[in-house]
């Protein structure tokens, strides 16, 4: 089990907005920055956003991250097909031993 | 972009090690920390430790702190990720990245099977 909660899916239309949330607690997202990789299937996993809501080079502003108190978010609005993809957040956890933790995945369809 | 190329795909018995390496392009090696992650077949991905390249010092997960040992080769910018005592739930593609935002390596299947 993940220190992290994820939904394991999520679905909308295209042109849609869509919100993928990731649940912790105090000793990981309470007090560490999270990150969010994006997977598409076999193929290995991209960094989406840093540092709770900073977008790395090259990523589209569709993209938007989010942090409030022991939970962090991602939003994608104007959703593409190709935004079909499994979707991670991450961040590191004192009660771990220091450990870098990641949420269980969010599997995003494009219906 | 920093790419890091792992080595090709293993198959092992139970009970066995298996080693996976990672290079990195140049001075690039030292900039960050090397990080580990596994994925099990359609399962999520699963931290596995951390390597400094230039101290060597590393970290392990509580769960894999028995049985992983990383270092690296800095002649030749590669790291390294030693696993034994191979069980069949060991089976998963094996990342390295660089920090943790990476860039990360291809992936290296890793199959565990009697």
């Known amino acids: 089990q993940s220190v992290l909660t994820q939904s394991p899916s999520a679905s909308a239309t295209p042109g849609q907005r869509v919100i993928i949330s990731c649940s912790g607690s105090?000793?990981?997202?309470?007090?560490?920055?999270v990150n969010w990789y994006q997977q598409v299937p076999g193929t290995a996993p991209k960094l989406l956003m840093y540092?709770?809501?900073k977008r790395p080079s090259g990523v589209p502003d569709r993209f938007s991250g989010s942090k409030s108190g022991t939970s962090a978010s991602l939003a994608i609005s104007g959703l593409q097909s190709e935004d079909e993809a499994d979707y991670y957040c991450?961040?590191?956890?004192?009660?771990?031993?220091?450990?870098?933790?990641f949420g269980g995945g969010t599997k995003l369809t494009v219906l | 972009q920093v790419q890091l190329a792992q080595s090709g795909a293993e198959v092992k018995r139970p009970g066995a090690s298996v080693r996976v390496a990672c290079r990195a392009p140049?001075?690039?090696?030292?900039?960050?920390?090397i990080n580990w992650v596994r994925q099990a077949t359609g399962q999520g991905l699963e931290w596995m430790g951390w390597?400094?390249?230039?101290?060597?010092?590393?970290g392990y997960a509580q769960k894999f702190q028995a049985r992983v040992t990383l270092t690296r080769n800095t002649s030749i910018g590669t790291a390294y990720m030693d696993l034994n005592n191979l069980r069949s739930d060991d089976t998963a593609i094996y990342y390295c990245?660089?920090?943790?935002?990476?860039?990360w390596g291809q992936g290296t299947l890793v199959t565990v099977s009697s």
């Open positions: 390597m400094n390249p230039k101290s060597g010092n590393t």
């Open positions: 990245l660089s920090g943790t935002m990476g860039p």
């Open positions: 105090t000793p990981n997202i309470g007090t560490y920055p």
């Open positions: 540092d709770d809501d």
């Open positions: 140049g001075n690039t090696f030292f900039t960050y920390d």
């Open positions: 991450a961040t590191w956890d004192d009660s771990l031993n220091g450990d870098w933790v």
